[in-house]
């Protein structure tokens, strides 16, 4: 099952490749990237408004927001800032530097979430393979601004 799954992930990645080449298309008919990213965002709203209509999911309850911890509302403000800084880097060092680095960044992060379960989260403890595999793909990052 962990293969399929990681397959269902790998074409999530192809899929951002894609997103992020789209969104910077689109920005060349407005005047600036923030609109693009504000476009972006609302198709997004849009689509999950009838995703949820269409699985018939209940209003969320407001109140139980009241005890969520503060960075639990992060999610949509990181979310923006990594579609627009795609449209906005994407034309200046091109789709696969930009989504190398990103990943680069989301892996080192993500080896620190796992060790330590930030986030209530269970732990999964750095390995010299996971640091090994990080080391990598920044030399792979190199490589694809060289060449």
């Given at each position: 099952?962990?293969?399929?799954?990681?397959?269902?992930?790998?074409?999530?990645?192809?899929?951002?490749a894609i997103q992020?080449?789209?969104?910077?298309?689109?920005?060349?008919?407005?005047?600036?990237?923030?609109?693009?990213?504000?476009?972006?965002?609302?198709?997004?709203?849009?689509?999950?408004?009838?995703?949820?209509?269409?699985?018939?999911?209940?209003?969320?309850?407001?109140?139980?927001?009241?005890?969520?911890?503060?960075?639990?509302?992060?999610?949509?403000?990181?979310?923006?800032?990594?579609?627009?800084?795609?449209?906005?880097?994407?034309?200046?060092?091109?789709?696969?530097?930009?989504?190398?680095?990103?990943?680069?960044?989301?892996?080192?992060?993500?080896?620190?979430?796992?060790?330590?379960?930030?986030?209530?989260?269970?732990?999964?403890?750095?390995?010299?393979?996971?640091?090994?595999?990080?080391?990598?793909?920044?030399?792979?990052?190199?490589?694809?601004?060289?060449?």
């Open positions: 099952m962990k293969l399929i799954y990681t397959t269902i992930v790998l074409l999530i990645g192809f899929l951002l992020g080449s789209i969104n910077t298309q689109l920005t060349t008919y407005l005047k600036h990237p923030m609109q693009g990213a504000l476009i972006s965002f609302f198709v997004g709203f849009l689509a999950l408004l009838a995703l949820n209509f269409i699985f018939k999911t209940e209003v969320p309850n407001w109140g139980h927001l009241n005890t969520a911890p503060w960075y639990v509302f992060a999610g949509g403000l990181l979310g923006a800032i990594f579609v627009s800084s795609v449209i906005f880097f994407i034309p200046k060092i091109g789709v696969t530097t930009v989504l190398a680095a990103s990943i680069a960044g989301q892996l080192i992060a993500a080896s620190v979430i796992d060790h330590f379960g930030f986030f209530g989260l269970a732990q999964h403890p750095v390995s010299m393979g996971k640091i090994g595999g990080i080391v990598l793909l920044a030399f792979g990052i190199f490589l694809i601004q060289k060449y």
